[in-house]
């Protein structure tokens, strides 16, 4: 039985390294490029408006980085709305404080072992579309 050498082998490699290569850069100009701040944002009171109301935000690590947290992105996936597509959140009236983090889905716990190794989980709720 003859063995030949693959002619395409040493470009799958070499594209395959380029597009890794490719990515990190991606990942690491967007790590180090300071994102705009939205248009709509008032500095002053660190408040946003999106669709569904007012956002008050935190101030971030620099002056020109303001942090919102627990933003709902789609309406809490229980009762009628479970094992659906997502649906659009609520539209609250005031101003919604987005100052920390809401609660994380279901998962399972860590194993005992790796407790040394990972944080203690957060709260867990259904509602955590956030």
């Not at 799958?12 to 994102?35: D, G, K, N």
């Not at 997502?86 to 790796?114: D, H, I, L, M, N």
Request: with cysteine; proline share 9%.
């Amino acid at each position: 039985m003859a063995f030949y050498k693959n002619p395409w082998k040493g470009l799958v490699e070499f594209m395959q390294r380029l597009s890794i290569a490719l990515l990190f850069a991606a990942a690491t100009y967007h790590m180090i490029v300071p994102l705009p701040v939205a248009a709509n944002t008032d500095t002053a009171t660190d408040t946003v408006k999106v669709e569904q109301g007012l956002l008050s935000g935190t101030a971030g690590n620099h002056a020109d980085i303001r942090v919102f947290r627990g933003v709902p992105f789609a309406a809490p996936p229980v009762g009628q709305l479970r094992w659906k597509a997502p649906q659009p959140p609520a539209q609250w009236k005031g101003t919604r404080e987005s100052k920390e983090f809401s609660a994380a889905c279901w998962q399972t716990p860590y194993p005992e072992v790796a407790k040394l190794y990972q944080s203690a989980l957060p709260a867990l709720n259904e509602d955590c579309l956030y």
